[in-house]
């Protein structure tokens, strides 16, 4: 049995579901390779897992060879992001704008106490979401309906600084078109802001002449990450960055070996990956299969990519995939460590292949920890998911996520005696420094990378299984920051 806090669960999802969303097709005028989890212009089908015995034995598969060239800068210590301050104001004593009274939890912005508050009341704050749902390999109708799970809670629970928050939503087919005609329709509601959950094609230009200001959950396509906009989470970008600060902090790897799927999705993550080890300075073999292997196939990947003797080898698989991998190694009698996003570390994975699970480490995922966001977290998803469920949420993590940290930031402002608006949030989030992400507790760091300025989260736990059914925290690794380590 996994011994996983629900909350770890749901937060390793946000941490990561960048891989599941990189094989998302479509077409655009900005084309080509992301440093993200996804690739532009393409037409991937959404499942990029690799299943078991369904289709002939893989060779050993196309592999590249890269020496990197120079080798990263000689400080490569990654930023510390920590809040040098993370102390609350001394909120308003009646507690009505959504901050606490004398008895009740610190500041929600700081990463303490929805629950004390009370439900909200006076003039709502009308935003917009985005989000793609209903079309083929593009389907992700969790991120609208957790969002709302997390609505009803925090409606109950203060609101966005007391101002009871009301959600225009509208779905978009995964087509620059049905993005516009969503920017377009919200504008015209004259919401205070837009949140994008899943939406490919952003109509930031749309929101931009109507001045609404756009907050996302998560980056997809390269235009995003310079984009008038701010995200909650990072994508493949930080992802693939956290593997490459692991091989170079802990296991001081001066050479890789890389397996995955020759797909757009795994593709683009993959140019991630090299990207960050490149100017880490680590060399690298990249070995790419189909997105289906037999056992035979995966042990033919595992085997070619170890065939250098890399200090640490990295799977792009996921889902079924993880479990191939997993297996593959073991039956080759392999004991080179292996890394991968949290979606190997599932309990739907770990379930099936135990303790041939020894020996992966899985960016995203730490021991769970007694917080009153992972209380939170569960009280609000409990009655849709019951009581210590131990399913990942999937993409519905992220729109929890993406609510609940603004909602954090809307009480910071309401704490300094602000106005809360839309626009208020957005500068708020943008230049915080002491506002933490829900339900990770992670620091908001908006605009630290020139590269991806609208990112605003640089910090992941890893993981790592140990025998008997655990995932355990890398020492070190509570809360790495991947700066130093983005391409």
């Known amino acids: ?103 009740g939890a610190d500041d929600p912005g700081t990463g303490d106490g929805f629950g004390a508050l009370g439900p909200a009341s006076g003039e709502p704050i009308v935003l917009g979401m985005v989000n793609t749902e209903g079309a083929a390999g593009l389907d992700f109708p969790e991120m609208r309906t957790d969002t709302d799970l997390a609505l009803a809670y925090l409606n109950e629970h203060g609101g966005f600084g007391g101002r009871p928050v009301v959600i225009e939503h509208c779905t978009a087919a995964g087509s620059p078109e049905t993005s516009q005609a969503c920017a377009q329709e919200l504008s015209g509601k004259g919401v205070e802001m837009a949140l994008l959950g899943l939406d490919l094609f952003p109509g930031y230009d749309t929101f931009a002449a109507s001045d609404i200001p756009v907050v996302g959950a998560l980056p997809i396509l390269p235009p995003d990450y310079t984009a008038d906009a701010l995200f909650v989470t990072g994508g493949n970008a930080t992802t693939m960055a956290a593997m490459v600060a692991l091989a170079v902090e802990e296991f001081d790897a001066q050479s890789v070996g890389i397996v995955s799927a020759d797909n757009a999705g795994a593709n683009g993550s993959e140019a991630s990956l090299i990207g960050a080890l490149e100017k880490a300075g680590i060399t690298y073999k990249s070995v790419k299969g189909g997105d289906n292997e037999t056992d035979a196939g995966f042990q033919g990947l595992i085997r070619e990519a170890n065939s250098e003797n890399p200090d640490l080898m990295v799977s ?172």
């Open 316 to 487: 792009l698989y996921a889902d079924a995939g993880c479990i191939g991998a997993m297996r593959g190694r073991v039956s080759l009698g392999i004991t080179t460590p292996m890394v991968s996003t949290a979606i190997c570390g599932s309990a739907e994975v770990i379930d099936v292949v135990g303790d041939d699970a020894v020996g992966w480490y899985f960016v995203g995922v730490g021991a769970p920890g007694d917080t009153t966001s992972q209380a939170e977290f569960d009280e609000l998803i409990e009655p849709t998911y019951g009581s210590g469920a131990t399913a990942s949420l999937g993409v519905g993590a992220l729109g929890i996520s993406q609510l609940m940290t603004l909602a954090r930031v809307a009480n910071a402002i309401a704490a300094d005696g602000g106005e809360v608006s839309g626009a208020a949030i957005y500068e708020r989030m943008a230049t915080s420094t002491d506002i933490l992400t829900f339900p990770n507790d992670s620091a908001l760091a908006c605009g630290t990378s020139d590269t991806y300025p609208s990112i605003c989260n640089f910090e992941f736990p890893i993981g790592t299984y140990v025998e008997g059914g655990e995932i355990e925290t890398v020492p070190g690794f509570e809360s790495v920051s991947v700066v130093d380590y983005l391409p």
């Open 1 to 103: 049995m996994i011994h996983h806090h629900r909350l770890q669960r749901g937060s390793a999802t946000i941490a990561v579901i960048g891989l599941v969303v990189a094989s998302c097709g479509g077409g655009s005028d900005d084309t080509g390779a992301a440093p993200d989890a996804s690739t532009a212009g393409t037409e991937a089908p959404l499942d990029t897992a690799a299943g078991s015995d369904t289709s002939p034995d893989a060779t050993d598969g196309e592999t590249t060879d890269s020496t990197a060239d120079d080798a990263a800068a000689d400080d490569t210590t990654p930023t510390d992001t920590t809040p040098t301050d993370t102390t609350a104001e001394e909120p308003p004593e009646d507690g009505g704008d959504g901050s606490q009274d004398d008895d």
